[in-house]
């Protein structure tokens, strides 16, 4: 979940309207085991804001038959107000 915080409003907007292919990018396959050991893992990951309009996410996972990698990169496109996938690596 992520929020949004304007004229003295705090509003909640789901993940998937601000971040490009939002969980999904990360999976090799969409099978049903991977699919919910990716949503186990989300409330843990750690995030990393430290680069102006870029944001990355780091999962605990080593499964490399379910997923591409555990580092996603995502930059920010201010005409699309969204952020969009950058890069998926193992870290």
Do not use: H, R
């Not at 929020?3 to 705090?10: A, M, V």
């Not at 601000?18 to 090799?28: A, N, R």
């Not at 750690?46 to 379910?66: G, P, Q, R």
């Not at 580092?71 to 699309?80: A, C, I, P, Q, S």
């Amino acid at each position: 979940m992520t929020f949004e915080y304007s004229k003295g409003n705090l509003k909640s907007i789901a993940n998937e309207n601000i971040f490009d292919q939002y969980p999904e990018e990360i999976l090799k396959t969409t099978s049903t085991d991977c699919k919910e050991q990716i949503e186990q893992i989300i409330p843990y990951m750690s995030y990393d804001f430290a680069n102006k309009n870029e944001v990355t996410f780091y999962y605990d996972l080593d499964n490399k038959k379910c997923f591409k990698g555990n580092t996603v990169t995502y930059l920010f496109d201010k005409n699309k107000k969204k952020f969009l996938l950058s890069t998926i690596e193992w870290y």
